[in-house]
């Protein structure tokens, strides 16, 4: 449907108005191809093209006719049946009602929807082409052969058959899960009302009352947004920029030509590349608990005392992931532990081409290596990296991994309020969404919780393109 | 041009989507094809059911045992295949109500699960004239209660001895010791050994709070809870938790800490259930003692330790294709014999009756001893998290030094929220 | 003369040792790094050898070394260590994935790099569009698109999962492609080429760093995700699981305590293909991400 909507509105102008002309000066075949797509290719010579498309039209027909309909006819109420079973000795099986499931007509529905608007747009350009093989055979001209026509698609319309699947496959893993969430967003989808033995049904905004105002829940779910967007904004700030800047200064590190044998140092940083990020996060995870061995080591030679001298702990170990404090401080850590190798091994490349006479240039001008990577490494790096950086953070406000795994059944939360919600300090925005759905079945409020999540990852995105394409107009 | 992406475009969704629009009606006609099938057996034909049964990692060669038994002892009626998959029974139900629709016929869960199960309408209510009575009638009355439901039974009592206790190591405690856990926590900090039991968890958190006689428990909606902690005397009880984690002799442990800090001969005793006082019989060997909960100072009084009982329960699928061979699978399961047969090989305390009197175990002698003062779980899935917050606070010694009346009013207002 | 002689040779001196020591504290601080890096890898790799099955919360070295953990999830499969079944599905997910990946990214990037048409534009915006909205929130859904499909609880299901949206991840690709001289492929369609044989003969050949890049991403996919397996593959018939879940199944509460040098050495064995890879193809890797980097 996202395809269809763009083409309409990125129209050129002429589709409707090339349709409607095709259609009221067309000839009968190319207006019943309307109806009918094939009919027209047969009119005009075209026996091939005219199976084909008939047999793509019948295979929409088919499906609307045994369940898109049916599904959208309910989209309104999202089904009225409720399951019923009961036990039927004779046979041993459970006699189950024709019940509605909420949730399969939403799927249905959206995927009708879908497959109606393609079936129009796709019935209307069926005519428009008619009506350009009506006139050229009105010219006396031949039309194209089918070889012809398939030729078409290796060369002017090559894009056609490269993107083909590739947007088949976004459509049906992507757009239409996507249309779904967004709509369980508008209804009472949670714990009491879960399919199939269950009905749910559409509330309009009363889920975002809920996380904004207003709705019974209102004092810990608004609290707790903020909270955990806060803390998923800082998150992605430090995870991005330290890793970043890590890996850049390791690399010139490694690089500057008073470092031997630079080749062995970058492999030694490189291993943990080699551990899949699963595995080292729940070892890692094993690795700082509280009765750890990190712990254990860190009693021995004495920092555990140190700490709680200082009164930075209260406890007998250092609760690296189990105090909301340390747990940030830990995870930001590990986060680097992971990341710095990628993002050397990435600033080595870019290094590598930052032109020498640049730097040869601004040696012989008398530049300290300071001043060198302030004005000229460093603008370069986020002159080529800067759109990456973004990609970044976007990245790593949706980091569900770390978070996850390092977090998950090892922290509980401190604070009242968010435990009420059942978010805690270290929760991500899509971390705490998980476990909304996985836990507490709470669909909707997850629902809501990651369309704001769009709406943050968008709104920064936006911001900071246009941040970066203002200067680097200034720049070059 | 931008016909051609359309039209393939309409056209290869169009054909995967008359897949699942086939699937569906597929569905729908398979439905009565097996009801016709199911008449057929009837007349003599034997009928080929495949049923899946779910339980934990560790209980998969005895299920496959009994589920073979099974399979011999009914191959003149019917054609049995039988698959074991695993699903740890405490969080049974996070995969089940994933989607009821692809979960097992017939899985194994812990009773707390119960309400939430049935509320999904994932278990098939057991029917009068599918042995009902003698389920009934051959298990203790507790745990047919724990997989009752306004009346109506949703599940197979499977085990006794889900809930938790104390064990100790008998060499450093004596019988008169594990009655009072000052004496306890006293007798470890003096020797520089712990005791654990994880308070960073409703679970066993709980047992102070009911002790004191405070409430907790399910609404009649099924899903939101009502609870007193913050009335008196929660607030004191809430001082005496944090007195005793406090306690150099008393230690918090999580599940997955407890067996290494128990190998590395830290720890003389334990609050936990029969998955970690395995471990411990295992280093204690014969010193390893079990017993009820100890009593604990609130206001200068001893008060006992009360407990959540907790029962392992098989259920059947209501979505099951079929339903009536999984109950008689989740039956078999449940029997005199194979419940004898899994204390023998598991060493899990039988809720059949007549198994029950030939089994014999520490763990079990302490949860009988211990049942007077344990309560069903009926507790909503709110209380989970706002439990687990103030455990953990108590747990580090209330380190920002909240009041503690203000800690119970929090929890409280948590634990009774309403569902959003 | 001398006393110079022997100021400059003093001086020298002092640069020398200046710089021996200089060079010595450069390396020391390298080497205390390499080591904060290495020392999980260190403990992963020695607890995998451990005699003690759980967790040894006291000593960074074990106490005996042995083999059983790896001959054990090698050979002896029970249902919580069948590391060759799940490494070969794996594997073939994998195999699939990446070849499915590799030519939707490849595609879609020549497409948007190459190829002028009308709604490019759109397409690519809304394409960075969707990439915005967390991929977890649509996983509930995905699992009943498939299920609608009836392809839940198949490898197949789960390669066209990973696979599906492949195409949303072809930025770095593309940037790559706009690097490739437009002359070039001015003067093939000259020659007579059509756009199909310019993108198989000359693009697809020039552009091996970033299809090693590709390959490389696309093929550690199945080996790293176990959210989105696991809730495909929900079956609880562990023979059907990938590693990611059956190695995560092991750190579960009742079998971490069993199984936690077991999971230790299923991590290293499973690092060894993918260092195998990485070795074999860093060159590739690291200019198909710079290159594509740069301009993407």
Redesign the interface.
Known sequence: M???A??LD?G?KGFFGSFGEAFVKGDIFTKLSFVIWGLGYIGHGQLMKALL?T???G?????LA???IQSLMKFGTLGTVK?E?T??????????NNYDNS??IL??SV?SI??IV??V??GM??V??NYDLQKIRAQGKKTNTFLQDV?V??????????????????????????F??IA?AFTNY???H?P???LFTWVGFANFL?LFGG???TA??GYSFRKVLTWTLVWAFFATFTTFFGGVL?AM??N?K???LPKL?RT?????????????L???R??F?????FN??MANCGVTGLLRNMGLI??TYI?FL??PGWAKFTIIMINI?IGV?YQM??A???L??IPADMLEAAKIDGANPVQMFFRITLPYLLN??G??LV?DF?KNI?N?NVI?LLTQ??F???????????AKEVDL??TW??RL???????K???V??IM??IV??VF?VVSFRFINKREATFS | MKKAIALTLAGAMALSLAACGGSASVAASESTAQSGAAESTATGAIEDVTLTMWGAEEDQDLLRQISDKFIEENKDKVNLTINIGVQSESECKDTVLNDPEAAADVYAFADDQLNQLVAAGALQEIPAEMNLEDVKTRNSPASVDAATIDGKLYAYPLTADNGYFMFYDSSFYTEEDVKSLDTMLEKAAAAGKKVSMDLANGWYLYSFYAGAGLELGLNEDGVTNFCNWNEAPGADVTQAIIDIAKNPGFVSLKDESFTGELKAGNLVAGVNGTWRANDAAEVWGDNYAACKLPTYTLNGEQVQMASFSGFKLIGVNRHSKNVGWAMMLADYVTNEENETLRFEMRGQGPSNLKALENAASPALTAVVAQSEFASLQRVGNNFWTPAESLGSILAKGNAEGKDTQALVDEAVAGITAPVA | MTATNATVEKQLQQGRTKKLVGSLFRHLFLAVLAVIWLVPIAWLVLTSFSTDKGINFKNFVPEGFTLWNYTNILFSSDTVTQFPRWFMNTFVVACFNCVISTCFVLMVAYAFSCCRFKSRSLLQNLSVTVNLFPGVLAMIAVYFVLKNLNLTNSHAGLIMVYAGSSGLGYLICKGFFDTVPVALREAAKLDGASEARIFFQIVIPMSRPILVYTIINSFMMPWTDFVMAKMILNSGLSENWTVSIGLYNMLGKALINNYFSRFCAGGVLVSIPISILFVIMQKFYVEGITAGAAKG
């Open positions: 996202a395809k269809t763009v083409r990125s050129e498309v047999f793509v039209q295979l929409g027909l088919y499906f045994t369940s898109g399951m079973s036990f039927d000795f004779a046979t041993m099986k459970n006699v189950v949730f399969s799927l249905l995927v879908i497959v393609a079936m747009a796709a350009m069926v428009a082409s030729n698609y290796l060369n002017e319309k090559f894009y056609v058959t490269l993107l083909t699947l590739p947007v088949l496959g976004v459509v049906i893993f992507t757009i239409v899960p996507l779904i969430l369980v949670d714990q009491q879960m199939p033995s269950d809920t709705g019974g829940l810990t779910f390791l590190f490694i500057d008073k470092t031997k140092w030694l940083f490189m291993v943990s590349i080699a551990v899949p990020q699963f595995v080292t729940l070892l890692v094993n690795f608990s509280d009765t750890g061995i254990t080591m209260h406890t609760p189990t105090d532990w190798p091994l990435i080595t490349g870019v590598m081409n080529v990296q759109p990456a990609t976007v949706n569900f996850y059944d090892v509980a939360t401190h604070d009242q309020a968010l435990a009420a919600s059942n925005l899509v969404l998980f759905t996985q836990e507490y079945y709470n669909y409020m997850a629902a919780i990651g999540v769009f990852c968008a995105t």
